[in-house]
């Protein structure tokens, strides 16, 4: 199967910065996403990587290193809103999608 | 119906019974997915359709069948219920399998075997 290894759990206050890191081993590559997931509620897209390199969209960036199966979510400007589960996929060969088991991030005022 | 529903929000089910889990989308999507979610194990695929009249097995197909005769629904079964299959399942959909396409989930449901 697939290998995508995140962070279990962060903590971070509002206003500041916080990177939610991914690495993966997967049977070929078509993308990776990220999945944003508040409590009892589905996930929601966030951001698609498929070149190296930084994706940036308002507050949120994700970065891609496909040569090291690497690659992170940035949250700027924190705010309470943000506090939810990050979900790091990866696409593979077969274009089937494989989900991290998540990153719970809470931000404290 | 705006986007991908999802049918029941809930159940709590016998072990044995049988049940049918219901999905439809209003998108024109050709792909659709089938997750469970469990507590520290993030969502797993269990059975997938790329277009109308074909399905493929996921990560963890056992003990469950999908069918997609149209574009729209995309129904899973439980073909006799077990407590393993305790779980959140999320319906999701593409415009196709591939590209920048991303998928759009459904609110879910929770189903509990008893």
């Known amino acids: 199967g697939q290998n995508i290894d995140q962070p279990t759990e962060m903590t971070a206050t509002e206003g500041a910065i916080v990177q939610i890191n991914c690495t993966y081993q997967t049977s070929g590559f078509n993308g990776l996403f990220w999945y944003q997931q508040h409590a009892g509620e589905a996930p929601t897209f966030l951001s698609y990587n498929v070149l190296d390199g930084l994706e940036e969209k308002g507050r949120f960036s994700s970065f891609l290193s496909r040569s090291k199966g690497y690659s992170y979510l940035l949250l700027k400007e924190l705010q309470m809103k943000d506090s939810a589960s990050y979900l790091c996929?990866?696409?593979?060969?077969?274009?089937?999608?494989?989900f991290g088991a998540g990153t719970t991030v809470t931000v404290r005022a | 119906i705006a986007g991908i529903t999802q049918a029941p929000t809930s159940q709590i089910l016998a072990a044995g019974r049988r049940m049918t889990l219901r999905c439809t989308q209003d998108?024109?999507?050709?792909?659709m997915y089938w997750y469970r979610q469990d507590l520290g194990l993030g969502l797993r695929l269990i059975h997938y359709?790329?277009?109308?009249?074909?399905?493929g097995k996921g990560e963890v197909p056992d003990g469950y069948s999908v069918s997609r005769a149209n574009t729209d629904d995309f129904p899973l079964t439980l073909a006799s219920a077990v407590p393993s299959q305790t779980s959140v399942y999320f319906c999701?959909?593409?415009?196709?399998?591939?590209?920048?396409?991303?998928?759009?989930f459904g609110p879910g449901t929770r189903l509990t075997v008893l």
């Open positions: 996929a990866v696409r593979d060969g077969d274009y089937k999608l494989s």
């Open positions: 998108m024109r999507h050709n792909a």
């Open positions: 359709s790329n277009t109308a009249g074909t399905t």
């Open positions: 999701a959909s593409s415009l196709t399998s591939g590209g920048g396409n991303e998928q759009f």
